[in-house]
């Protein structure tokens, strides 16, 4: 066990609550508890906060405030956008909703529902370092397409997609486009007019808020329905009282969190390619997946060697390291992950791979433990291995 204490290395899977967003939090889930929907004081001064948040939220993605609607996260979020857009064409199933193979999900799992109910659904085709192609994506868009749905950074393995170009693509055609960017948001600069996309999901405990808060950006101009059907809150697209304390807890998140992109980028990112360079040296069967192209600056998703990763996220929880096998959501799946084999990696491969990410508050001595621990690990497993093939 390191001396000082757990090296916690799984940013990507959720982060700790920012010690201000938590005090901005608190007086609303005591004294200042009124339902924003009131007319009293209280009900009026939630309904302030919310829309102070609503302001923070959009200035962090260049959007206006009443672009934003607040859900219960980016599950929610990407079924609002992929439902919401799909159900505003016939259930004739005419209809197309395209993504990538290496979406979160709750992409995926929503187009397949989307697939069973009226619609049809076509998945592009990605490079072999997670990147889509665009080539791909020209294809299979025609004005049948309901949506398109690409995520701006992947969960595990950080590759960073052409957003713009496929919202490029997508406009010429008359095809609303949707991005997830729960991974990206805090750690790169997002701006929604750059990016051209019609919808975009963010979720507040991927940048040091509350679980159980997000918002989906709804461009101006764009309609969908609702998927949460009650009273009129959220401009009629997500009823049902609003979350005033998470809501304002992701509201200082995204403040936050936009003062400091471009200085934590910088800081993490070097640890990132010093943990990268010390392991890769160390470790003669371990490879990086999806290195080539533009990958967020706190995650890497290393192959140790084949079918080790259970026995690796074992030993390094056991040894005060804790680090993922890929998405949080399917942590329970012995199954190779989804990203990993749609670019191409072996499932034995898949099935030893780590994804490994860093945050606020990695530093040296947690590159330099994990460093240090993580080829013991692996040598003792392989060894082990080898004996029982013996």
């Known amino acids: 066990m390191n001396k000082n204490g757990p090296v916690y290395l799984d940013y990507n899977s959720t982060t700790p609550v920012h010690p201000e967003v938590l005090e901005e939090m608190l007086p609303y889930l005591r004294e200042n508890f009124g339902n924003p929907s009131s007319a009293h004081s209280l009900g009026r001064k ?41 159900w505003s064409k016939p259930r004739d199933g005419s209809w197309t909703v395209l993504t990538s ?20 659904r076509r998945t592009a085709r990605v490079y072999a370092d997670g990147t889509v192609d665009l080539a791909s994506v020209s294809e299979m868009l025609d004005e049948k397409v309901a949506v398109v749905s690409v995520m701006h950074s992947n969960n595990e393995t950080g590759t960073i997609q052409p ?40 979720s507040a405990h991927k940048l040091y808020g509350p679980k159980g808060v997000g918002c989906l950006y709804v461009r101006n101009g764009v309609k969908i329905g609702p998927i949460v059907n009650g009273g009129g809150h959220e401009r009629g697209l997500r009823a049902g009282t609003e979350n005033v304390a998470g809501i304002i807890g992701f509201g200082k998140a995204c403040e936050i969190a936009a003062k400091k992109i471009d200085s934590e ?4 990112s070097a640890l990132r390619d010093d943990l990268e360079k010390r392991l890769l040296s160390a470790i003669p069967s371990a490879f990086i997946n999806g290195r080539g192209g533009r990958r967020l600056p706190n995650t890497t998703n290393i192959c140790f060697a084949p079918g080790i990763a259970e026995a690796v996220m074992i030993k390094c929880d056991l040894a005060g390291i804790a680090v993922s096998g890929g998405s949080a959501c399917a942590s329970g799946s012995i199954e190779p992950s989804h990203v990993l084999m749609a670019m191409g990696v072996s499932r034995e491969n898949a099935l030893g791979s780590i994804r490994i990410s860093l945050g606020a508050g990695s530093t040296p001595a947690d590159v330099e433990y994990a460093a240090r621990m993580l080829p013991k690990i692996t040598a003792e497993i392989l060894s082990a291995n080898s004996r029982q093939s013996v």
């Not at 962090?60 to 992929?82: H, K, M, W, Y």
């Not at 010429?172 to 750690?187: C, E, I, L, M």
């Open 46 to 86: 939630a309904k302030a906060r919310i829309e102070e948040a609503r302001e923070k939220t959009a200035a962090l993605v260049g959007a206006d405030p009443r672009e934003i609607i607040f859900c219960s996260g980016g599950t929610e979020s990407d079924n609002l956008a992929l439902k919401g857009a799909a």
């Open 101 to 120: 193979p290496v979406e979160h999900s709750a992409v995926l799992k929503t187009a397949e529902y989307l697939a069973g109910n009226g619609y049809r």
């Open 163 to 202: 957003v713009a170009e496929i919202s490029k693509i997508a406009r010429k055609r008359g095809v609303p486009t949707h991005s997830d960017a729960v991974q990206s948001a805090g750690k790169v600069r997002l701006d929604v007019r750059e990016l051209g996309v019609d919808f975009l999901s963010l």
């Open 265 to 268: 980028a910088l800081r993490i």
